[in-house]
């Protein structure tokens, strides 16, 4: 049941990460003007390293909050800010301090991330 949760997190995630970036990406080209990134339309590799990268996170959330303790909602919601915190949020923070990444650029992956993990932290909680 656990690698259904997983594999329909990912699946999940994946999509509402496209739809995010979709809605963000211009405030980002309007903030940074030429010194934005163009990330292109990504090809059926970028598409698939994706899911792929996005089903480790559930897996690793789902390990995580087994061992913690901490499968079932609301408390899974709470690991997964914890954890957002934890890592997304300082390495981007890293990021910006050591590799001069504009602020507005950060903030939208630590945006990402955040929604990534509490959707992951919601399907994980039900299928629970």
Do not use: C, N
Not at 8 to 22: E, G, K, P, Q, T
Not at 43 to 66: I, S
Not at 103 to 122: E, R, Y
């Amino acid at each position: 049941m656990i690698a259904l949760g997983v594999a329909v997190a990912a699946v999940a995630a994946f999509v509402l990460s496209s739809v995010y970036y979709v809605v963000v990406s211009p405030l980002e080209r309007r903030a940074l003007g030429d010194r934005v990134l163009d990330r292109g339309r990504p090809g059926p590799l970028r598409v698939v390293t994706e899911l792929v990268r996005t089903a480790v996170v559930a897996a690793g959330f789902a390990w995580v909050a087994a061992q913690a303790g901490l499968p079932a909602l609301p408390s899974s919601l709470l690991l997964a800010v914890v954890l957002w915190v934890a890592f997304p949020v300082v390495l981007l923070t890293g990021s910006i301090i050591w590799e001069r990444v504009p602020w507005q650029t950060a903030a939208i992956h630590a945006g990402d991330w955040l929604l990534k993990l509490l959707l992951v932290a919601f399907v994980l909680g039900l299928v629970h």
